[in-house]
């Protein structure tokens, strides 16, 4: 059972992002998330620990997470201080410097691949419907009025394992979006990620998982995650909900991650 209370992404995890977003926006563009201490959070809280840097040339950003807050710094510089909910809402106010928004952007990113993380582990632990149901296929959340034109009302995720027998160390996955959307954040999610070089580790005396990635440890490591989808924004009015097209991202890229137990 993947019962994380608190987790840990060890330094030397890498994250590449290519965001393609409405023309003239200062969030296009391709950056590097590197962690250069390990990030301790609660699941489903923000961080409350560790540091990373956003690498989008010319400009380096170094965050640093603190107990009660961030500090944000641009190439060395003097470092700001945020909460985190400030340093997350930088990304939405068009005022703010496109070096802080590209850093709010990271930190949202690093956010969201956590969460799909940890649903992906929820998947897996539960290796029967992937072992003997392969695909693994669930529906998402549902629409609660008339969809977009064009979207289902009602999407599914299907997660296909490249392995046969039994699941083991070094195993592959694919992890399909169709339409999924996620109420509680109004967003639409559609397209593929691909899970490379699985691995866990299992306490065998109380069959505890500690232990659970892709791709080994460090940023050099062979495998990991390959991300290619659309975030797309949607907005409801009177029961009929719309997609914007300034609100619709592409996302692309790549990481290695193992989460642990603290």
């Known amino acids: 059972m993947v019962t994380f209370l608190s987790y840990l992404i060890r330094e030397n995890s890498r994250i590449d ?3 393609t977003s409405p023309e003239g926006s ?3 563009g391709t950056f590097a998330v590197n962690f250069t201490s390990d990030i301790i959070a609660d699941v489903n809280e923000a961080p409350t620990s560790g540091a990373f840097t956003v690498i989008l040339a010319p400009d380096t950003v170094t965050v640093t997470i603190l107990a009660n807050g961030v500090q944000l710094a641009l190439n060395g510089g003097a470092p700001i201080d945020y909460t985190w909910d400030e340093f997350t809402d930088l990304l939405d106010d068009e005022l703010n410097e ?3 928004r590209r850093a709010s952007l990271a930190g949202g990113a690093v956010e969201f691949i956590v969460g799909q993380f940890f649903n992906i ?3 897996l632990d539960e290796l029967e419907p992937i072992t003997f149901n392969n695909p693994f296929v669930e529906t998402c959340d549902m629409f609660t009025g008339a969809p977009p034109n064009g979207v289902l009302a009602q999407g599914e995720f ?3 394992w490249l392995g046969s027998g ?3 160390d070094g195993d592959d996955f694919t992890w399909q979006f169709e339409q999924c959307w996620d109420q509680d954040d109004e967003e639409l999610i559609d397209g593929t990620i691909t899970l490379q070089d699985y691995t866990e580790s299992v ?8 232990d659970i990635g892709f791709g080994g440890l460090g940023a050099n490591s062979p495998g990991g995650v390959i991300f290619d989808f659309t975030i797309s924004e949607t907005v409801e009015n009177q029961g009929v909900w719309t997609i914007p097209a300034e609100d619709v991202i592409t996302i692309s890229g790549g990481f290695v991650l193992n989460i642990q137990r603290p």
Do not use: M, S
Not at 203 to 210: E, H, Q, W
């Open 17 to 19: 992002i290519t965001i």
């Open 26 to 28: 200062p969030l296009d």
């Open 98 to 100: 496109p070096w802080q």
């Open 121 to 123: 582990a929820d998947i």
């Open 158 to 160: 299907t997660v296909t």
């Open 166 to 168: 039994e699941l083991a």
């Open 203 to 210: 306490d065998f005396n109380t069959g505890v998982l500690f």
